[in-house]
């Protein structure tokens, strides 16, 4: 893979890979072919202005009405049935888990675009790279495994492995990279630490995290490296639906860079249609310009986002930047007497905290009034409990403007997770 290219470089591309889509899609596809003639497009001579003006968004119900009208995969396919050799499903934390098929050349771009962020993170042929994912049906998964073997690396599977057998494998391959979500890279470190095995993250020089925004996420990070014995903490994103698409900036830690050569990008107020402005936080809305097979067009992903351009990065790359990257989801955000609560914002408090082990977040509803409760699950080492649960209490009312309940629980009360956390919960009125 070449480095990001040029503005106008970018632009042209764009514009030949938007029309070769539309082509393609206003002939057979049935799920975007009345879309395309109804936004009176003429795939000949659009431009990225002309797409974005004409063409409607594509909503995640959308899509999943189509599959569940024509099961199992809907409508959205550009070609015959036999030409789909990949089947990946959709996480569900955003609705019902859904089926996603792709072409070989579908896959080998997203491969291309995998590519990517190993360059970023400065992976090199020959580097052994732990895998501690379960590899069920998600794309990233298995998208992250194959392009770091085409890559030329030793990819070692930690599938179906308990979490203490999974650190016995990193020892023994020696790996110097690990790939997982930020909450399972924090779990490895915290059974390391418990079962004195602390040396046995020695050789993890660098982790490559995804599936969360923790990534991204200062406070996360630190407390990931410093757990990790200094190792790097890089972050990217990507969907199953989408694919691959950030990379991290290897100058600025808090920063993602879109591929736009292989995406269209807009970020567009949450609630409207109309362009976010640069620095605003947004809805990022992907047309996915490689993925001819099975694509999304104008896609309200429901990531919230603050974009940037640079001319260039301090990295060098033209490409779109995401500040702060994946700062949440829409569908994730609570409001709480009138103020907006975002997972992130919460678990960037919590991880500033050293002596908090776990966490979990409880909504509920007291007399008709919302409450946030903060469950914390304290290291066996900590001191004065009572003391660490004032100084967070006094930390959320700083950071949100909002009291939050503290709750101090039993050390290994909360539940562990292997993959995406899901710390947030909702209990019944009271």
């Known amino acids: 893979m070449t480095a990001p290219g040029t503005p106008e470089t970018i632009r042209r591309t764009q514009t030949r890979k938007l029309r070769v889509l539309l082509s393609a899609l206003a002939e057979r596809n049935p799920f975007y072919q009345p879309r395309i003639l109804a936004a009176n497009l003429d795939p000949a001579t659009c431009t990225t202005a002309d797409f974005v003006t004409a063409f409607p968004f594509t909503t995640r119900d959308e899509w999943t009405r189509d599959q569940l009208d024509h099961p199992p995969y809907g409508t959205n396919f550009t070609f015959s049935a036999e030409s789909y050799t990949r089947l990946c499903r959709t996480s569900g934390t955003a609705g019902r888990a859904m089926n996603w098929l792709d072409t070989p050349e579908s896959w080998s771009a997203m491969l291309d675009q995998w590519d990517r962020v190993y360059i970023a993170a400065g992976v090199e042929a020959g580097t052994g790279i732990f895998f501690a994912f379960s590899f069920g049906p998600f794309l990233g998964f298995w998208t992250a495994f194959e392009a770091a073997s085409r890559r030329g690396c030793l990819c070692v599977p930690g599938g179906g492995l308990s979490t203490p057998a999974r650190l016995d494998l990193l020892v023994e391959t020696a790996s110097t990279v690990l790939c997982c979500t930020p909450t399972y890279a924090a779990r490895l470190a915290e059974t390391a630490r418990l079962e004195g095995r602390e040396r046995d993250l ?67 107020a949450s609630a409207g249609a109309e362009a976010a402005a640069e620095g605003e936080a947004g809805e990022l809305v992907l ?21 940037q351009r640079h001319a260039p990065c301090d990295c060098g790359a033209f490409d779109l930047s995401l500040e702060g990257g994946i700062r949440g989801r829409d569908d994730d955000m609570v409001t709480v007497r009138g103020v907006n609560v975002f997972p992130s914002a919460v678990d960037s408090v919590v991880q500033r905290s050293d002596p908090v082990e776990e966490y979990e977040t409880v909504r509920r509803t007291v007399n008709g009034m919302d409450e946030l409760i903060v469950r914390i699950e304290f290291n066996e080492g900590t001191g004065d409990a009572e003391a660490e649960r004032a100084r967070l209490a006094e930390a959320f009312e700083r950071a949100l403007g909002l009291r939050v309940g503290i709750e101090i629980v039993d050390a290994g009360s909360l539940p562990r997770y292997q993959f995406k956390a899901q710390r947030w919960k909702v209990a019944r009125p009271e």
Do not use: F, N, Q
């Not at 996420?217 to 698409?245: C, F, K, N, Q």
């Open 202 to 268: 020695s050789s993890v020089e660098k982790i490559i995290v995804a599936g969360e925004s923790g990534g991204s996420v200062p406070a996360v990070r630190s407390r990931l490296s410093d757990a990790w014995g200094g190792a790097r903490i890089y972050d990217h994103h990507g969907m199953t639906e989408v694919g691959p698409v950030s990379y991290p900036c290897p100058h600025t830690e808090d920063r993602l860079h879109v591929m736009e050569e292989s995406y269209l990008a807009e970020v567009v």
């Open 287 to 307: 047309t996915t310009l490689d993925r001819m097979g099975s694509p999304l067009l104008r896609y309200r992903t429901g990531d919230r986002v603050v974009s």
